[in-house]
């Protein structure tokens, strides 16, 4: 074979190594080392053949596969012809057309896809992964320089497939990097080093039930009264949930014992969810009655601040520059839009996100399809995803195999406890992929979105000596006689009225308007309209003209979190249009 490659090189430009020790080292070596990898019995195409690499020599090797060598060039598949009939190969057959068209015909047909040096990482993906089985595998041989292709390919998995979550200490823009949360970047003569300073450390719980709620009220109490330290106006966001309450209660009862003003509150609406709310699995009531209850029994100044819809949509583009990315749709722009309400009067403000995630409050702490789902179970399902992009990029980037790896990854960065019982185990690694994924997101948004509009938001549930203890009291103490969270609730006794104590999980509110829908879907049918919208490189247009832009859907079953529905998805394809159009970039 190599003989009859550097013949034909002589008149036909087949490869630039012409030394013979260099062509088998180089070539046939090269390829070779794939030949464990090949499906026996199965059938491997090889994507921009070329000269016949990888795919003759692994023919050759594994005379049990069949081989197709697909070329665009005429007189390559002419050489590579000669070669098969030289050889005897009744397992390889050389086929001349373009990679484009012989996919038309050819969908999930092999096994194995197989390409060298042909490329660029992106476009070779688009090309070969349609035509590989479910199951199946595409090696894409590439030079050890390859390390920027690979990332092009996760950073648009990030978005589609991730988002509006992100991998700690990945980007999504070309060359950046973020730091990871309790770690820091030294700069010295060695160059640069990253140490980490804070981590979580899993340990047997050693304390009984009441000394453990002795020693949750005594943290959070004392977390919550640091945070009131401010020289300017202060207040709290209270939406007469068990989180927000439990710190309202906490600074009312300091700021009286300090002889001062009463505490002011704020709590969110929409105009006209009070006609359209809809209870959910995830929402199961309305915040309203619950904060004139817990209004009454603290005595703050309350007001409550309501977003009109119209606004919900042009402040879409403005959360995606606060954010740079684009986020939780309207639960973004609606909190700017409070934010920006509340920066009229105050400079910092307490919240109370993060104790679903510390206390294992959410729905996937206990529903088993959430809770045994062998992935994010804040998404459980891509479907909804992949329904709105393009089937042969959503093949190419391998979406659900990214998503997996990095669930896979964050599991394996878990600190594991010896000797914990299964079920156990599993509640401890949704603990942490809750605290490490699911938070950060609702962290970053709210500190974007709120110092975006000028106003300071403290989380006194984030304290990390709370999260350190919590972080190892057991789940039969956390969810004590089947109730979550029941541990928090005991440690406030005393602090709320007892059906403020027992008030069901109701995250952060949303519009129930259908005006939101409609103004959604009239927005993007324009950037639709428009054929020179960067989203057109993304989104299956027909499938979304005949699908969400048609119904939204179920406005109670989410693809993100416990909010995100079908009229988000919509506002979401809305930020990242903005977002590609704001930073100039293309897939």
Same mark, same amino acid.
């Given at each position: ?7 034909? *090189?002589?008149?036909? #430009? ?51 596969? &069949? ?23 009744? #397992? ?13 015909? *050819? ?30 595998? %595409? ?50 003569? &060695?160059?640069? @080093?990253? =140490? ?61 014992? @300090? ?99 510390? %206390? ?43 998503? @997996?790896? =990095? ?28 605290? *490490? ?65 027992? =008030? ?57 979190? @416990? ?13 990242? #249009? ?10």
């Amino acid at each position: 074979v190599c003989r009859l490659l550097l013949e034909k *090189n002589k008149v036909m #430009n087949l490869t630039a190594i012409t030394d013979p020790t260099e062509v088998v080292t180089r070539h046939f070596l090269d390829c070779a080392a794939l030949a464990p990898h090949m499906p026996q019995g199965g059938r491997v195409l090889d994507v921009g053949t070329g000269a016949g690499f990888p795919g003759m020599p692994l023919a050759i090797l594994c005379p049990q596969t &069949e081989f197709v060598l697909l070329d665009a060039l005429r007189k390559r598949i002419d050489f590579l012809n000669e070669v098969i009939e030289v050889l005897g190969l009744t #397992n390889v057959t050389a086929v001349h057309a373009r990679a484009e068209d012989f996919a038309k015909q *050819n969908r999930a047909s092999f096994d194995m896809a197989v390409s060298r040096a042909v490329a660029d990482l992106r476009t070779l993906s688009e090309l070969a992964v349609p035509m590989v089985k479910t199951g199946g595998v %595409f090696l894409a041989m590439k030079a050890a320089d390859c390390a920027e292709e690979v990332q092009g390919a996760a950073h648009a998995c990030e978005v589609l497939g991730i988002g509006p979550a992100r991998t700690g200490g990945a980007g999504v823009f070309e060359g950046v990097r973020e730091l990871k949360g309790g770690c820091q970047l030294m700069a010295g003569p &060695e160059g640069l @080093q990253i =140490r980490r300073y804070w981590a979580l450390e899993s340990r047997p719980h050693e304390d009984g039930y009441e000394e453990t709620v002795e020693k949750v009220r005594h943290l959070l109490e004392g977390a919550i009264r640091r945070q009131l330290v401010s020289d300017v106006p202060l207040c709290t966001f209270l939406s007469g949930g068990l989180d927000s309450s439990i710190i309202t209660a906490v600074a009312a009862r300091a700021y009286q014992e @300090q002889g001062r003003e009463p505490l002011e509150t704020y709590s969110f609406d929409y105009v006209g969810n009070r006609k359209h709310f809809k209870a959910s699995a995830f929402q199961p009531d309305a915040d309203a009655p619950w904060v004139k209850k817990a209004v009454r029994a603290l005595g703050t100044r309350h007001r409550v601040l309501r977003c009109d819809i119209p606004s919900l949509l042009q402040l879409l583009p403005e959360a995606v520059e606060a954010k740079d990315l684009p986020g939780m749709a309207d639960v973004d722009s609606s909190l700017l839009y409070f934010c920006r309400k509340v920066a009229e009067r105050h400079t910092v403000a307490l919240s109370g996100e993060c104790a679903d995630e510390v %206390f294992g409050g959410y729905p996937w702490f206990e529903r088993s399809e959430l809770l045994e789902a062998d992935t994010f179970p804040w998404c459980p399902d891509l479907e909804f995803r992949r329904a709105v992009v393009k089937p042969e990029l959503w093949e190419s980037l391998q979406v659900e195999d990214y998503v @997996q790896a =990095r669930y896979q990854q964050s599991l394996a960065e878990m600190p594991a406890l010896p000797g914990e019982a299964l079920w156990e185990r599993r509640r401890r690694e949704v603990g942490w992929l809750s605290l *490490n994924w699911f938070m950060s997101t609702l962290l970053d948004r709210k500190d974007r979105m709120s110092m975006a509009a000028g106003l300071e938001v403290r989380v006194p549930f984030c304290d990390h000596h709370l999260v350190e203890y919590v972080w190892n009291i057991p789940w039969a103490m956390k969810a004590m006689n089947g109730q979550r969270k029941q541990v928090l609730r005991d440690a406030a006794e005393g602090l709320l009225p007892e059906e403020l104590l027992r =008030r069901p999980k109701s995250p952060y509110p949303k519009t129930h308007d259908p005006l939101y829908e409609q103004l959604v879907r009239a927005r993007l049918l324009t950037i639709l309209d428009d054929r020179d919208a960067p989203i057109h490189s993304l989104v299956d247009e027909t499938a979304l003209r005949a699908g969400l832009l048609s119904d939204a859907g179920d406005y109670g079953k989410p693809w993100f979190g @416990q909010l995100m529905a079908g009229p988000q998805m919509l506002a979401y394809l809305i930020q990242i #249009n903005e977002w590609m159009s704001r930073y100039h970039l293309t897939v």
